[in-house]
């Protein structure tokens, strides 16, 4: 097995990055959704009903990033300092989570952008949005705004098991970007990743927990080029993958410490 792709999205529900190679930190790849946008309560604004967020790209640089969308000018973005915090959280049921807000300048481009009342916050300090216990392995205070743990992993051999499917439903094959993966793995065999939850996966020279599989959600119907949302590929996940109740695609893991990963490096899966 091989690392094909490495991908961030440093604004929460944004276009993917693709990169060669990418550092690991305690809560994820460098970059990865250390911003979020919110709205007017301090509740993040996710692609799950905000499917124009698929068209921002956000590029890091040295102390802030840049933020990109058709239409839209340029907005060179400084990181928060010095600033009260804004308690905010990932999802409804989430912790409070105190981010740095980015300034008006910011939030006018999102509402802008999103055709609605905007802000955007960051992350100078990872901490707990999750409670204690809602997860099978807790990672703490060791996640950005991730919505549980701080990567995930999907394979291309699973990919293709479910265009398979898809193919004999009549419909048309997915790319891997509608699961919004970190890390894409080439040369596993389909659903392999199912019997690696608690197991050590090491990525080049990068050590990981396997936290288990991750339960799909409305996201993966909405094209990540286009914002159009369909039915597919969650109509037929739920035919042949419902497990527990959920629709597992993709593997959650979490950083054994730091290290790189690089497009082409080995990984092995130990017992």
Request: charged fraction near 25%; proline fraction near 9%.
């Amino acid at each position: 097995m091989r690392l094909a792709a490495v991908h961030t999205y440093p604004v929460k529900g944004c276009h993917r990055l693709d990169h060669d190679g990418a550092r690991v930190e305690p809560w994820g790849l460098a970059g990865d959704r250390r911003w979020l946008v919110v709205d007017a309560d301090g509740l993040g604004i996710t692609q799950r009903e905000a499917t124009a967020l698929v068209g921002l790209r956000a590029a890091p640089r040295d102390g802030g990033l840049v933020l990109r969308a058709a239409g839209r000018p340029d907005l060179d973005v400084a990181e928060p300092t010095g600033v009260e915090p804004l308690p905010v959280r990932v999802f409804r049921n989430r912790l409070l989570v105190p981010a740095l807000p980015a300034g008006p300048a910011a939030d006018d481009w999102l509402t802008a952008l999103l055709g609605r009342p905007a802000r955007l916050v960051h992350l100078a300090r990872p901490t707990r949005h999750l409670a204690p216990g809602a997860r099978a392995y807790d990672t703490g205070d060791r996640v950005s705004f991730a919505d549980q743990y701080p990567l995930l992993l999907a394979t291309t051999g699973s990919l293709d098991a479910l265009n398979g499917w898809l193919a004999e439903a009549g419909e048309a094959p997915v790319p891997i970007s509608r699961f919004r993966p970190n890390l894409v793995v080439e040369g596993a065999p389909a659903w392999a990743e199912d019997d690696w939850a608690g197991r050590p996966v090491w990525i080049g020279s990068a050590r990981f927990r396997a936290a288990g599989t991750c339960g799909r959600c409305v996201v993966t119907t909405t094209d990540q080029e286009t914002g159009v949302r369909g039915k597919e590929p969650l109509r037929t996940l739920g035919r042949h993958r419902t497990i527990d109740g959920k629709l597992p695609f993709g593997l959650h893991l979490v950083p054994d410490g730091p290290g790189l990963v690089r497009v082409g490096d080995p990984v092995t899966v130990a017992d």
